[in-house]
Structure formats: structure tokens, C-alpha cells
């Protein structure tokens, strides 16, 4: 059974860091595209960085909220997927999940990101 657990979260102030991971058992995530998503509260979850599997092609995609100030990298032998998260704003606030592009695993429990002064 897949398993995924998201970590790092945390309240920053505006203009801070953060640097969440997930770690996924049960599979090797080396065959699989990789995303961040995130859910604000009375809002649908969205995807804001997808990394391709390295075993097809490099790459990745944000969303353009996040453009510029988010990065996704990937760590295959660990079976973990990074998001660091700079020049943090208000309206990041959110839970923060991990899933494949597609959201084909069972979703974690997320990890609360607060960003507030």
C-alpha cells in the first residue's frame, strides 16, 4: 500500500521560508511524475509544481502563483519529493500535499503552511 507523509510546514512571516518534503512508501516514485498541491480553506485543491519523471524526461511546471518563488526537485533513491517555498505571502496559507501529476496515490495528511505577521 502507497503511503505518503508530507512534512516541513510551519507559521513564517510574509517574505519568509520554508522547505517542506514527502516521503512516499510502497512504491518507487522514480516511475512516476511528482506534484505539490495545496488547499486554502473553501477552496479546491490545486497543483502548483509538478516534476516529470527522470526516467522519461526532465522538467517542471508551476503554477502562476508560485512562478519564480516555489521550486520542486525530486531525490529518487530517497523516494522524496522537496518544495521549497521563498518570498512567502499571505496567500500561500494552506494545506500542502503531495501526489503524483495525476493524484493517483491515497492523499496524505498534508502539512499546514501559515504565513502570517
Known amino acids: 500500500q502507497v503511503q505518503v507523509v508530507e512534512s516541513g510546514g510551519g507559521l513564517v512571516q510574509p517574505g519568509g521560508s520554508l522547505r517542506l518534503s514527502c516521503v512516499v512508501s510502497?512504491?518507487?516514485?522514480?516511475?512516476?511524475?511528482m506534484g505539490w498541491f495545496r488547499q486554502a480553506p473553501g477552496k479546491q485543491r490545486e497543483l502548483v509544481a509538478r516534476i516529470i519523471s527522470v526516467t522519461s524526461a526532465s522538467g517542471t511546471t508551476y503554477a502562476d502563483s508560485v512562478k519564480g518563488r516555489f521550486t520542486i526537485s525530486r531525490d529518487n533513491a530517497l523516494n522524496t519529493v522537496y518544495l521549497q517555498m521563498n518570498s512567502l505571502k499571505p496567500e500561500d496559507t494552506a494545506v500542502y500535499y503531495c501526489n503524483t501529476g495525476g493524484g493517483q496515490f491515497e492523499w496524505g495528511q498534508g502539512t499546514q503552511v501559515t504565513v502570517s505577521s
Open positions: 510502497g512504491t518507487m516514485i522514480r516511475w512516476y511524475s
